[in-house]
């Protein structure tokens, strides 16, 4: 089962900033620069660090960092 501390080095590195701590609640109103172009960056670098692919229908589900965590979780297990 991945983790929230599994996921946040994966946005620090995204977002080049190390400073990111996110939570379960965190959205892109919570990460400067977070826009569309980064949104795909890192739906990419997760699908590849995870070895998952999300589908375009599931991305547009999620609300906040906790959605993606609990999407990755249940596609791991799959």
């Known amino acids: 089962m991945i983790s929230i501390e599994e ?38 670098a997760v699908e590849q660090a995870f070895k998952i692919r999300f589908a375009l229908g599931e991305l547009q589900k999620l609300k906040n960092v906790g959605d993606m965590l609990d999407m990755i979780n249940t596609k791991i297990r799959t």
């Open 7 to 44: 996921l946040n080095p994966i946005f620090r590195q995204v977002f080049d900033d190390n400073s990111i701590d996110i939570t379960r609640t965190s959205t892109a109103d919570d990460i400067d620069d977070w826009d569309s172009l980064t949104h795909m960056n890192l739906v990419m």
